[in-house]
């Protein structure tokens, strides 16, 4: 399965979301999220989480996976579960920029969030 990209690296300057992706092969899987920050401003933080749908419109009220904050140009993983979650079809990112204190710049980040199928990418790391 080729990897799916869940936000395609981008400058942004306030908080929001990303596309609405739909899984196909990959849905019930687990997955290997791979964050790759760029750019990011001092004394902010970027926080991301992943919201699943079954269909695309219903969200429900809280994210599936809930990332750590992060500070710090780099690449990042963390592996999102979806055995046993036959129904979710879809994904989607939300990302909030948030300054330290009163006085630090306006927010702005440039970053890529891509999934792939965590045991290909287990394999992949090994080769």
Excluded at 62 to 75: A, D, F, K, S, W
Excluded at 97 to 126: D, H, K, Q, T, Y
Aim: charge should be negative.
């Amino acid at each position: 399965m080729m990897p799916i990209l869940l936000f395609p690296e981008e400058m942004v300057t306030e908080s929001g979301f990303g596309p609405v992706v739909e899984l196909k092969e990959s849905a019930g899987a687990p997955l290997r999220l791979t964050i790759s920050i760029n750019r990011m401003m001092e004394q902010q933080t970027l926080d991301l989480s992943i919201w699943v749908s079954p269909d695309g419109e219903d969200w429900g009220s809280e994210p599936i996976l809930q990332l750590p904050h992060r500070y710090y140009c780099g690449t990042y993983h963390h592996v999102l579960d979806l055995s046993g979650r036959s129904g979710v079809r879809f994904l989607r990112i939300e990302y909030r920029l948030r300054g330290w204190c009163m006085e630090a710049p306006p927010p702005l980040s440039s970053f890529e969030v891509v999934a792939e199928p965590a045991v290909a990418a287990a394999i992949a790391a090994a080769s």
